[in-house]
C-alpha cells in the first residue's frame, strides 16, 4: 500500500487543474522548495487572524476548514482531500487568514515557503498569474457555496455540498472522513435532517453512505437533484 512518504509530489499534484496548468519549470521550481510536512488528527494547520503565508499541497489525509461567526462558535465550511491545494496571490503576505484549518485525520502536505514563492515568481512572471488564478478559483467556490445555501431546498443542497466535495476530491476516492454531522453543518441543516436527505438519495440509488464516508454512485441523477 503507497504512503505518503512513497508519492513522488510532481507526479501526483498533476491530478489538480491548477498544478497541471503551470509551465513545466514553475512545477519543478515548487516542488524543489517545498518540504513535506504531517500533521495529526486535529492538529491545527493555522487559525484564523495568522498571517497568510506560502503554497500548501495535500499529498494524503484531509482538512477541515471552519469559519467563526461569533466569540466561542466555529462552522465548517469545507473540507479538502489529497491533490487540494491552498495558496494566494505574491504580495498578500501579512494578511490575516479568514478561515481556521486543521487536519482532518493523519495529514501529509507539501509546503512551499511564502520566501520562496516570492523567489520563483520573480524568477518565473507566470507564476504571479497563476496564484491569482488560484486564489479566483478559492473565492468562486466560496461564492457558490453561499448562493447555494440562500436558494436551494434542504435536498438540494445536501445533493450539491456532496458533488462539490467530490470535485475537490482529486485522486477519485470516496468522501472518507464525511459524516453526517458534518454536512448538516456545512448545510445548515439538523443532523437528524441531514440524514433524512442522505437516506432518501441513497434508497434512490445516487448514493452509498458508508462507514465514515459517503461513495457517489449516480453522479447524474444526483446533480439533477442539487439543480432543483
Known amino acids: 500500500m503507497k504512503t505518503a512518504a512513497d508519492i ?27 518540504r513535506r510536512v504531517s500533521f495529526a488528527k486535529d492538529e491545527w494547520l493555522f487559525a484564523e487572524g495568522d498571517a497568510l503565508g506560502g503554497l500548501w499541497a495535500v499529498l494524503s489525509g484531509s482538512l477541515r ?36 484549518t486543521r487536519a482532518g485525520a493523519r495529514t501529509v502536505m507539501l509546503a512551499v515557503p511564502n520566501a520562496a514563492l516570492l523567489a520563483i515568481s520573480a524568477a518565473q512572471p507566470a507564476l504571479v498569474r497563476a496564484l491569482g488564478e488560484l486564489y479566483h478559483a478559492h473565492v468562486s467556490h466560496i461564492l457558490l457555496v453561499a448562493a447555494g445555501a440562500l436558494c436551494l431546498t434542504p ?56 462507514y465514515g464516508g459517503v461513495r457517489i454512485v449516480d453522479e447524474a441523477k444526483l446533480r439533477a437533484v442539487a439543480e432543483r
Not at 78 to 86: F, N, S, T, V
Open 65 to 100: 476548514m471552519a469559519v467563526s461567526v461569533g466569540p466561542s462558535r466555529d462552522v465548517l465550511f469545507e473540507i479538502a482531500g489529497p491533490g487540494a491545494i491552498l495558496g494566494h496571490p505574491v504580495g498578500f503576505e501579512g494578511r490575516p487568514r479568514l478561515v481556521t
Open 155 to 210: 435536498r438540494a443542497k445536501v445533493a450539491g455540498r456532496l458533488l462539490l466535495l467530490a470535485a475537490g476530491r482529486l485522486d477519485g476516492e470516496p468522501l472518507a472522513g464525511v459524516t453526517q454531522s458534518d454536512l448538516a453543518e456545512m448545510t445548515g441543516l439538523s443532523r437528524k435532517s441531514a440524514n433524512g436527505h442522505l437516506q432518501a438519495l441513497q434508497a434512490k440509488g445516487m448514493i452509498q453512505v458508508e
Open 8 to 34: 513522488d509530489p510532481r507526479a501526483f499534484l498533476q491530478i489538480n487543474p491548477w498544478f497541471a496548468a503551470l509551465p513545466e519549470a514553475v512545477q519543478a521550481a515548487l516542488i524543489e522548495a517545498g
